[in-house]
C-alpha cells in the first residue's frame, strides 16, 4: 500500500518567514495530493491540492509544489502569520473508482509561529 | 447546512465496554470514512463506505465494526473497548468527481477507555 513520509515533524518560525514542509511517497500511481491544516481541538481542513498532471499550484500565500519523478510534494507558506499556527497534514491518493478514493495520510507537522 | 456532525463529543468507557459512535452528513455524499487520530501518527483509516448498504475495511479495522444503513448515516462500533482504542476519532465524507476529491470532516469524538 502507499505509505507518506512528512518532515519536520515540528517546525518553527518567525512571523514573515517562509515555511516549507515536504512528504514523499511510495505509490508511483498516486495522482492527487491534498494539504490539509488542523488548528489545536478542531477538525482537519483542506488548504491546497493538487492533481499529477500539475507541477506547482498556488493560493495567495500558500503553495505547492510536485515532483512526479522523485515522488515528493511540498507545502510552501510565504509571509507567515500567527494564525498560520497548526498541525500540517500531507497524504496522497490513488483517486480513482479503484481506491475508493482512500487517502493516506502523513503524520503531521506542527507549525508554530512565533510574534 | 451543518455539513459533518459527530455524536458524542467526548465520551469514557472502561475496559471490555461497548459503544456506537454516530456520524452524520447532510450533502449527499456518496463516501465516508472513519479515521483515529494519535499523537504522532497522523490520521488512520479503520474502515470506509462507498455507498449505502456497503463497507470496507482501511488500514486499521481491527476492535472495530461499521455499518451504513442509511446514505447519510455512517456508524462506528466498538464491541469490547480496550485501552488501546483511546483516541479521537474522525468521521469524513466525500463526492469525488472532477471537480474535487475533498473529504469534509466532522468534528470528532474523544474517547477515553480505562
Known amino acids: 500500500g502507499e505509505n507518506v513520509e512528512q518532515h519536520p515533524s515540528t517546525l518553527s518560525v518567525q512571523e514573515g518567514d517562509s515555511a516549507v514542509i515536504k512528504c514523499t511517497y511510495s505509490d508511483s500511481a498516486s495522482n492527487y495530493f491534498p494539504w490539509y491544516k488542523q488548528e489545536l481541538g478542531k477538525r482537519p481542513q483542506l488548504i491546497i491540492d493538487?492533481?499529477?498532471?500539475?507541477g506547482e499550484k498556488k493560493d495567495q500565500r500558500i503553495a505547492v509544489t510536485l515532483n512526479k519523478t522523485a515522488k515528493h510534494f511540498s507545502l510552501h507558506i510565504t509571509e507567515t502569520q500567527p494564525e498560520d499556527s497548526a498541525v500540517y497534514f500531507c497524504a496522497a491518493s490513488t483517486s480513482n473508482r479503484g481506491s475508493n478514493y482512500k487517502l493516506t495520510f502523513g503524520k503531521g507537522t506542527l507549525l508554530t509561529v512565533n510574534p | 447546512n451543518a455539513g459533518v456532525t459527530q455524536t458524542p463529543k467526548f465520551r469514557v468507557l472502561k475496559t471490555g465496554q461497548s459503544m456506537t459512535l454516530l456520524c452524520a452528513q447532510d450533502?449527499?455524499?456518496?463516501?465516508m470514512y472513519w479515521y483515529r487520530q494519535d499523537p504522532g501518527m497522523g490520521l488512520r483509516l479503520i474502515h470506509y463506505s462507498v455507498g449505502e448498504g456497503t463497507t470496507a475495511k482501511g488500514e486499521v479495522p481491527d476492535g472495530y465494526n461499521v455499518s451504513r444503513l442509511k446514505k447519510q448515516n455512517f456508524l462506528l462500533g466498538l464491541e469490547s473497548a480496550a485501552p488501546s482504542q483511546t483516541s479521537v476519532y474522525f468521521c469524513a465524507s466525500s463526492w469525488p468527481g472532477a471537480v474535487t476529491y475533498e473529504q469534509y470532516f466532522g468534528p470528532g469524538t474523544r474517547l477515553t477507555v480505562t
Open positions: 450533502m449527499n455524499h456518496e463516501y
Open positions: 493538487i492533481r499529477s498532471n500539475v
